[in-house]
């Protein structure tokens, strides 16, 4: 069984920084891969980012791209969202979650309800 804590989340002004967590328990998610998903209120939930189970390979929704990254640490038990540039549309609830099935890379194409372990989700608000 794994559970996924997120944190960092907040209020930050356009233009600013923030760095999300999500600390795993669990001694097999090293092998799995993970993602971190954003809903905006009244839309849909999205991929923002992906990583695989060594973290060589990611994947990054358009809409990120460039201004996200996505790592992970495995003697830490942790994913990190590194988020810069931020602007008013990126604010969203931010979700950690893992694929027990697949070492690779959530990306796009991944489909959520298939996902095994989800965190609780932390809110990330930026002003204009």
């Known amino acids: 069984q794994v559970q996924l804590v997120e944190s960092g989340g907040g209020l930050v002004q356009a233009g600013g920084s923030l760095r999300l967590s999500c600390l795993a328990s669990?001694?097999?998610?090293?092998?799995?891969?993970m993602g971190w998903f954003r809903q905006a209120p009244g839309k849909e939930r999205e991929f923002a980012a992906g990583?695989?189970?060594?973290?060589?390979?990611?994947n990054y929704a358009d809409s990120v791209k460039g201004r996200f990254t996505i790592s992970r640490d495995h003697g830490k038990n942790t994913v990190y969202l590194q988020m810069n540039s931020l602007k008013p549309e990126d604010t969203a609830i931010y979700y950690c979650a893992a694929d027990r099935s697949t070492s690779r890379a959530l990306g796009i194409w991944t489909r959520q309800e298939r996902l095994d372990y989800w965190g609780q989700g932390t809110q990330v608000t930026v002003s204009s």
């Open positions: 990583i695989n189970w060594s973290g060589g390979s990611t």
């Open positions: 669990g001694r097999t998610f090293n092998s799995y891969g």
